[in-house]
């Protein structure tokens, strides 16, 4: 199953309602409980039995890009609210990049796609690196046009030391 398809908008995923008062573990009572996490499915037979009364256990169909709170809150017949503690048997992993489920950061393919598409920049500014040679290169080109004309300039004192001081007559 590709949970990265962006098709999948929810889950069935089984919640447990740890010391729910018995009150409440009736097919109707537990649907309205685990129906502010979403579209109840269905329960197990211990809890339909009450046969294991440390939770009860119901499959909600829950959104993907909604919440996993830990608590759910619901008045009770006599309006008293009712905060349960919900445990989930399985969250999926949602990715901190791009923000669905199914898979972590590290493996992200949209990460990576982003890292590719930085690294193209990466040539890009090696590129400007290697124009930087060309730019030296040119450079390199015009020491020696200063050496000739530093050469020029000394032979230009050459000539002038080799002047003989201008004598009057
Ligand atoms: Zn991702």
Redesign the pocket.
Do not use: D
């Given at each position: 199953m590709d949970l990265c398809t962006k098709s999948l908008k929810s889950l069935p995923i089984w919640i447990q309602l740890p010391d729910l008062d018995l009150n409440y573990w009736g097919l109707e009572s537990l649907s309205k409980v685990s129906s502010t996490l979403g579209i109840p499915l269905k329960t197990d037979k211990y809890t339909q039995e009450k046969s294991k009364i440390r939770y009860a256990r119901v499959l909600v169909d829950m959104q993907l890009d909604g919440h996993f709170p830990e608590f759910i809150e619901f008045f009770n017949e006599h309006d008293i609210l009712i905060s349960q503690q919900v445990h989930y048997e399985w969250v999926p992993v949602k990715?901190k990049?791009?923000g669905?489920y199914g898979?972590v950061?590290d493996v992200?393919?949209?990460?990576t796609i982003t890292r590719k598409e930085w690294r193209v920049k990466q040539p890009l500014q090696v590129m400007g690196q290697e124009n930087t040679p060309q730019h030296i290169h040119d450079k390199a080109a015009s020491p020696q046009p200063a050496i000739n004309q530093m050469l020029l300039r000394k032979k230009l004192w050459d000539d002038l030391a080799s002047i003989k001081p201008f004598k009057g007559p």
């Open positions: 990715c990049f791009c669905t898979h950061e992200c393919k949209k990460k």
